[in-house]
C-alpha cells in the first residue's frame, strides 16, 4: 500500500488515470441543409432523368472520413479516429445530384410512361478525401465520372473540383468538401441540360435531313 501511495500522487498531479478512460463519441457529419437557391426545379414534362445510385471504390463505400498527409506520404489514405460522415460518400452525394438533376426520386419513375423521353445518369466516385500539402494547410477534393445515356445520346465526362479548408482539422474538411460537392452537382446538371439540348438539335436536323429527301407532293 505504501508503494501504491506514490503512484497514485504521481498521477493526481499529471492528470493521468489508473482507470482506462472512455473514448470520446464521434462526431457524425453530413452535407448540411441544401439552400433553396441550389435545389432546380423538377425536370419538366416529358423528360424524366433516372439518377442511378453513385459507385465508389470498396475502400470508400463506408462512412470513414479520409485524409492524407501529402507532406510525407500521399499514398496512405488515413480515417479521421473521431469523425465520421452520417452515410457513405456516395450515397451523400447521390441525395444532392438527384435534387438537383431529377428534380425527385428517379428510382420511381415508371418505364410504363412511354411517350416520356427517359435519360439515364450513371456516376463514379474516384475521389473524396482532405489532402494537407502542410500541417496547417489542407484542401477538398473531389473527383467523379458522370455517364449520360438516353434517346440514341451516350456521353461521359469527368468533373474535378478542389476548395481550400478554412481550418486544418475534420470540421475544416467538412465545409470543403461540402463546397466541392455543391459546385460538382451544379456542373453535372449544366452538363446534363446541354447535352440533352445537343441530343435534341441533333434529332431535329436528322429530321429535317430526312424530310429534304421526300418527294414533293403533286398537286
Known sequence: ???????????????????????????NFDFGPESTASVSSATPSPVHIVVHQITAPTWMEGTAMYYRLAYQNAA???PYAESDWVMSPAALLTQRLRSNVAG?????VHASMHAAAFYSLHAELLEFEQIFDAP??????????ATLEG????????????RP?????AAGGVIALTECSDEVVRSIAEWVSASRSASNEAATADIEASRSFLPAERE
Open 76 to 78: 496512405v489514405p488515413m
Open 165 to 169: 479548408a478554412r481550418t486544418p482539422n
Open 104 to 108: 425527385k426520386d428517379s428510382e420511381t
Open 136 to 145: 496547417d494547410r489542407s484542401r477538398g477534393v473531389l473527383r467523379l465520372r
Open 151 to 162: 434517346e440514341g445520346t451516350r456521353v461521359q465526362r469527368t468533373f474535378t473540383v478542389e
Open 1 to 27: 500500500m505504501r508503494q501504491l501511495a506514490p503512484v497514485l500522487a504521481l498521477c493526481a498531479l499529471s492528470g493521468c488515470s489508473l482507470f482506462p478512460s472512455k473514448a470520446p463519441p464521434k462526431t
